[in-house]
Structure formats: structure tokens, C-alpha cells
């Protein structure tokens, strides 16, 4: 078991994986290697950052053990955001909250969007809020406003992934993104700056919408709703992008020490449950 550090930095989004596990009958992804928590661990000390947040990929499905075990070799650096069935039982979400889990996830990229006036919802997202854990919503962004709507009546915390998944060659005024700027407004939604080579542009159209998104996030959302991720292995993207790259990515949105802080360390110690030894 690692020991405690203090907290120097928090990735907020990355994955560990094996390709031996059992992969999910139904997937967009299967990977050709292994994402080790000690490769993991050792980026972000080469980096400068002392903890982060793993977060199940959709090619493992509801069998999140893997995830656990790795949150019980660093139970003081690492959180979790697991995937579930909605009639999961309460006492197994609770077993997961012990080790260190803070949210579940709703994948629904390339996914039927789901219908959350359905029986079944209210129960699942009242024992979320009960554990004071979080629900993280990737799409695309065109549809992430009515899903927010729906959700905001459940009064969960609600954390948004890569940007919202917008395309960065139709700029920051495009329908989706400006209803999600208006919603972040709420003061119950958070969103994750990461992801920049999934904006589903050229690298410089991403990085360029990255950097005019920045200043209407911090307006929208405020600095305590925004957490940066590497979202290391960067599935779908290794050839092109190492995290290297994505340390170089949020340097070149120039933000402020202040901003920094706020993203790397104060938003995400607090929305995570990290806590200074």
C-alpha cells in the first residue's frame, strides 16, 4: 500500500485497465495493451502532481474490480467513478464508498439516451445523493442540455466530461455549448477541462477552442466547477497524444496561477473528498 502524501496537484480523470479483464459484449473500444496503476502513478510524478481520479471505461462495463483493487493500493492519492446497473443494492454502493468511490458515471456516448422520468431513477439517484457522491455525464453536446434538465430535479451533484464534447471547428457560440455555458449557472454542475483532442477538430482548432472556452467557463461555471484531467491512457488517441501532450495542452490555455490552483488543486480536493494529511 503507497502512503499518504500532501497534495501537490489532482488529475481528475484517468483510467487503468488490463487487457486480460473481460471486456463488455458491447463496446466502441477494445484495447491492444495495459494501462498499469503503476504507469499511471508514475506520470503524475513526473508531472508534479500527487493524486488523481480513476474512472471506469465503458469497454469494462459494470465489473468495476479492477478499479477497487487499485483504489486500495493508494487509498489517501486516489478516488474513483464507478459504472452501475441502476438497481444496484444501496449496501454495495456503500462497500464502494469505503474504498474510496465519489460517483458513478453515465457513458452514453453512441447509447440510447435514456428516459430518467422511468421508474427505477429517482430510488438510484436518491442513494447517489445520500453517499454525497457525484454523477458524471459524458455526450455529445448537442444533447447534454436536456439531460441536465432532467437530472437537476434529482438534486445530485452533476460533473460534465471533456467540455462537454463539443466540435471545435463550430466555435464556442455553437447551440449546445451556449446552453450549457447557461446552465452552468445553476451552481450545480462541474465540468471537467479535458479532453481537448476529442473536440473533433484539427489540434489547432481544438486548442483554439479550448482557449476561448476557458474565460466563458470561469464566467459560467465559476473557478470551484472546474477540474482539469489527463484523461490518461487517452483511449482511442495513443498514437498522437501521450500525457506529456495533455500537460502541454492546459499550459498553452495560459491560465492564471489563481486558475491553476483552482483546477489542479482547491475545486477537485473538495469535489472528490480529498483532504490534506
Known amino acids: 500500500m503507497l502512503d499518504n502524501c500532501s497534495i501537490t496537484g489532482i ?24 494501462a498499469r496503476l503503476a504507469d499511471y502513478l508514475g506520470h503524475l510524478h513526473a508531472n508534479g502532481l500527487s493524486h488523481g481520479v480513476l474512472v471506469q471505461p465503458s469497454f469494462l462495463g459494470t465489473d468495476n474490480r479492477y478499479l477497487l483493487d487499485a483504489l486500495q493500493q493508494a487509498p489517501e492519492r486516489l478516488r474513483g ?46 442513494h447517489i445523493a445520500e453517499l454525497g457522491w457525484h454523477v458524471e455525464l459524458h455526450r455529445d453536446v448537442d444533447d447534454l442540455p436536456h439531460l441536465v434538465r432532467q437530472l437537476l430535479p434529482f438534486g445530485v451533484k452533476l460533473v460534465i466530461d471533456h467540455f462537454g464534447r463539443p466540435e471545435a471547428r463550430l466555435g464556442v457560440e455553437q447551440h449546445g455549448f451556449a446552453q450549457l455555458l447557461e446552465l452552468g449557472r445553476s ?20 486548442l483554439e477552442f479550448a482557449r476561448q472556452a476557458m474565460p466563458l467557463l470561469q464566467q459560467s461555471f465559476g473557478l470551484s466547477r472546474l477540474v482539469w484531467g489527463s484523461d490518461w491512457p487517452h483511449t482511442q488517441h495513443e498514437s498522437s497524444i501521450g500525457y506529456a501532450s495533455v500537460i502541454e495542452q492546459r499550459q498553452a490555455l495560459g491560465c492564471s496561477a489563481q486558475v491553476e490552483q483552482a483546477l489542479l488543486i482547491d475545486t477537485p480536493r473538495q469535489l472528490f473528498g480529498f483532504q490534506h494529511p
Open 187 to 206: 451552481g450545480h454542475l462541474w465540468l471537467k477541462v479535458s479532453g481537448i483532442y476529442r473536440l473533433a477538430g484539427t489540434p489547432s482548432q481544438n
Open 81 to 126: 467513478v464507478v459504472v452501475v446497473e441502476r438497481d444496484i443494492p444501496r449496501d454495495a454502493l456503500q462497500a464502494m464508498a469505503r474504498v474510496g468511490v465519489v460517483g458513478v458515471r453515465l457513458n452514453l456516448v453512441g447509447r440510447a439516451l435514456p428516459d430518467f422520468a422511468e421508474h427505477g431513477w429517482k430510488a438510484f439517484f436518491e
Open 11 to 34: 488529475d481528475a480523470h484517468a483510467h487503468v485497465f488490463s487487457r486480460a479483464l473481460a471486456l463488455a459484449g458491447e463496446r466502441r473500444y477494445t484495447p491492444g495493451y495495459d
